[in-house]
């Protein structure tokens, strides 16, 4: 095939198959190196009764008007999240956990925490202890008593063995019971356990449920001080008389309490991360009774690795086109400008470059053969040829192959004029050599 050609059909030979691969190439980038965001995610929470399971349904609903679609999973708690978040491959998207379990203040082996990341501390949670008369006031009078605190893999269940380990208590010294929340209020009332040990928000329908019983007492636990200093992740608070309502606490009470961390597998796509700092945002920003408004979401209080994102969100909210366009929308924008524009920038420098090649290479042969006329009338104006017609005869031989092939090639429109120009000339050397002659 050659250039004459090629550069006569280039709409088809070349302008087409150009646009083709640019749309390949564009296609393949966009679902390679920069796929757009699944549309459907998990969260982990916990029983379905809970704080955690609350939250989770306003993820879902605000989720929703952007797009995105959010399972949520219920579960035993905080522990089973987290390895929920870092099982291969992991089985949820994002958790609910509590304090505790961080790389600053991991309970029980170490666990993999470089695969979690946090975008955010959303809310506080308070360990409630729970019982019947007589009042308990330390950790330590729960020996030899049915003590609900979770199935097994929540957070209340690890967050007292731990503290009953750090005082020195064996954890066989209680009988454990699986109630909790609303289930475990009903559970102390018949008299099926002496007390319940729960980490959850003032909010939480269980401890709504047991603060409403006035045969329930709170616990007014004694050394909140020395456990809060041997965990970083405990903060000793009061809780003010009348806080959640008539008589809720009927006291002021110090309790310790433990941030709610939002946690996120790091693989998840960063567009992901950013939109669920802003649900977090959206959700948490109102007051509760150990924080004021807008305070959380927050990362001051997070004993897990930041994603950089949710840093992002957090002080300057979400980036340019997320902010003014619907997420669906900015994904496609920002992937139109990083793939889309250097794609058509290269397609245009090609689309342009190719032809004038070719075109150069048909140019290049009209000026290879007027380099060769030149020769020839050289040789003529010298006289350095052979009056004897061996010279003359090698000269018509080459200036009839000339015209030979520019009879045969195609000449593209574009180059045509120097093409008769360069015959013209031919003719002209041709008279020259038959004057040479006939000297």
């Given at each position: 095939?050659?250039?004459?050609?090629?550069?006569?059909?280039?709409?088809?030979?070349?302008?087409?198959?150009?646009?083709?691969?640019?749309?390949?190439?564009?296609?393949?980038?966009?679902?390679?190196?920069?796929?757009?965001?699944?549309?459907?995610?998990?969260?982990?929470?916990?029983?379905?009764?809970?704080?955690?399971?609350?939250?989770?349904?306003?993820?879902?609903?605000?989720?929703?008007?952007?797009?995105?679609?959010?399972?949520?999973?219920?579960?035993?708690?905080?522990?089973?999240?987290?390895?929920?978040?870092?099982?291969?491959?992991?089985?949820?998207?994002?958790?609910?956990?509590?304090?505790?379990?961080?790389?600053?203040?991991?309970?029980?082996?170490?666990?993999?925490?470089?695969?979690?990341?946090t975008l955010a501390s959303v809310d506080t949670e308070v360990?409630?202890?729970?019982?019947?008369?007589?009042?308990?006031?330390?950790?330590?009078?729960?020996?030899?008593?049915?003590?609900?605190?979770?199935?097994?893999?929540?957070?209340?269940?690890?967050?007292?063995?731990?503290?009953?380990?750090?005082?020195?208590?064996?954890?066989?010294?209680?009988?454990?019971?699986?109630?909790?929340?609303?289930?475990?209020?009903?559970?102390?009332?018949?008299?099926?356990?002496?007390?319940?040990?729960?980490?959850?928000?003032?909010?939480?329908?269980?401890?709504?449920?047991?603060?409403?019983?006035?045969?329930?007492?709170?616990?007014?636990?004694?050394?909140?001080?020395?456990?809060?200093?041997?965990?970083?992740?405990?903060?000793?608070?009061?809780?003010?008389?009348?806080?959640?309502?008539?008589?809720?606490?009927?006291?002021?009470?110090?309790?310790?309490?433990t941030p709610t961390h939002l946690l996120v597998r790091q693989?998840?796509?960063?567009?992901?991360?950013?939109?669920?700092?802003?649900?977090?945002?959206?959700?948490?920003?109102?007051?509760?009774?150990?924080?004021?408004?807008?305070?959380?979401?927050?990362?001051?209080?997070?004993?897990?690795?930041?994603?950089?994102?949710?840093?992002?969100?957090?002080?300057?909210?979400?980036?340019?086109?997320?902010?003014?366009?619907?997420?669906?929308?900015?994904?496609?924008?920002?992937?139109?400008?990083?793939?889309?524009?250097?794609?058509?920038?290269?397609?245009?420098?090609?689309?342009?470059?190719?032809?004038?090649?070719?075109?150069?290479?048909?140019?290049?042969?009209?000026?290879?053969?007027?380099?060769?006329?030149?020769?020839?009338?050289?040789?003529?104006?010298?006289?350095?040829?052979?009056?004897?017609?061996?010279?003359?005869?090698?000269?018509?031989?080459?200036?009839?192959?000339?015209?030979?092939?520019?009879?045969?090639?195609q000449v593209p429109p574009e180059i045509v004029e120097r093409?008769?120009?360069?015959?013209?000339?031919?003719?002209?050397?041709?008279?020259?050599?038959?004057?040479?002659?006939?000297?």
């Open positions: 095939m050659t250039s004459a050609y090629l550069y006569r059909q280039r709409w088809m030979l070349i302008h087409l198959p150009l646009a083709l691969l640019a749309g390949a190439m564009a296609m393949l980038l966009w679902w390679r190196l920069y796929p757009m965001p699944p549309s459907q995610l998990t969260i982990s929470t916990a029983l379905a009764d809970g704080a955690y399971h609350r939250h989770a349904l306003r993820y879902r609903d605000a989720f929703a008007r952007h797009g995105v679609q959010l399972e949520v999973q219920t579960s035993p708690g905080s522990a089973e999240n987290l390895k929920r978040l870092q099982s291969t491959p992991p089985t949820t998207d994002l958790a609910l956990v509590q304090g505790g379990f961080g790389w600053s203040s991991a309970t029980g082996e170490p666990i993999g925490i470089p695969v979690v990341q360990l409630w202890l729970f019982s019947l008369a007589p009042r308990i006031r330390s950790l330590e009078h729960l020996v030899g008593l049915r003590v609900a605190a979770g199935p097994e893999g929540s957070g209340h269940r690890a967050m007292l063995q731990r503290l009953l380990r750090q005082l020195g208590v064996p954890l066989d010294a209680l009988t454990w019971a699986e109630h909790s929340g609303e289930a475990a209020c009903d559970a102390l009332l018949r008299g099926d356990i002496d007390a319940v040990f729960m980490v959850a928000s003032p909010l939480a329908p269980g401890v709504s449920a047991l603060l409403d019983q006035p045969a329930i007492q709170l616990a007014q636990l004694q050394r909140t001080l020395v456990l809060s200093e041997r965990n970083n992740f405990l903060q000793n608070r009061l809780l003010a008389q009348d806080s959640l309502g008539d008589g809720k606490p009927p006291t002021d009470t110090t309790v310790l309490t693989d998840l796509d960063p567009a992901l991360k950013r939109l669920a700092t802003a649900v977090a945002m959206e959700v948490h920003r109102d007051a509760g009774p150990f924080h004021v408004a807008g305070e959380f979401p927050a990362l001051r209080l997070s004993d897990f690795p930041t994603a950089p994102q949710a840093r992002e969100v957090l002080s300057q909210g979400l980036n340019g086109l997320e902010s003014v366009l619907p997420f669906w929308w900015a994904q496609i924008v920002q992937r139109l400008l990083v793939i889309g524009v250097p794609t058509l920038l290269l397609l245009l420098l090609a689309w342009s470059l190719v032809p004038a090649l070719l075109r150069w290479r048909l140019e290049r042969r009209v000026t290879r053969w007027y380099g060769e006329l030149k020769f020839i009338e050289n040789d003529l104006a010298n006289n350095s040829v052979n009056v004897g017609g061996m010279d003359l005869s090698r000269i018509h031989g080459r200036l009839n192959a000339m015209e030979e092939a520019l009879a045969k090639a093409w008769y120009t360069l015959r013209q000339h031919i003719d002209f050397v041709r008279q020259r050599v038959v004057e040479f002659r006939g000297r």
